[in-house]
């Protein structure tokens, strides 16, 4: 994709598992959107982490989900997150956080991330109140047991949970 800006300080970048993408996500990723010029979600790729989705799956399912941004760019990437910024000279990376728990796992990443790469700030969003609870792992645990999936991810994502847990209930 042709780069939508050249200057790197209007990039912000927000990494993630996104297996799958939730409504919590795409929430963080319009806001972001609407604060720079481009939003570039990055898919981490770590082959020691089981996932549901692969990452090319991860993938379409994110831009099916974001048709209507248009200042978004989705790549996968392997190793640390920081090299990806830093190939890129890109200086904002994005986080969501939910609950508590997201806060120490932040906070110890930023100041990681902090060491290894100074000129990386890290931009922290609190989830929206309807969002708090809702993680890529529950959306899984909902749909493995057939409960409704239409307030928690983007319709994309509805059928392709749909889809892959019908035929585990097949086999
Ligand atoms: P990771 O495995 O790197 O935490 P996730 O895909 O679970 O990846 O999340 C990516 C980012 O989005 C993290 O910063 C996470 O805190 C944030 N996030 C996850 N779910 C939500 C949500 N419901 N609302 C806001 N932010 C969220």
Known sequence: MKPLTTDPRRIAVYPGSFDPITLGHVDIINRVARLYDQVIVLIANAPEKPSLFSIQERKDLIRRSLNHVVNVE??????????????????????????????????????INNKLA???????????????????????EVARYGGALDELVPLPVVKALQQRFQLDRKE
């Open 74 to 111: 989705i790549v996968s990437h392997d190793g640390l997150t920081i090299d990806f910024l830093k190939q890129r000279n890109c200086h904002v990376l994005v986080r969501g956080l939910r609950a508590v728990v997201d806060f120490e796992y932040e906070i110890s990443m930023s100041n």
């Open 118 to 140: 100074p000129e990386i700030e890290t931009i922290l969003i609190f989830a929206r109140p309807e969002y708090y609870f809702l993680s890529s792992r529950s959306v899984k």
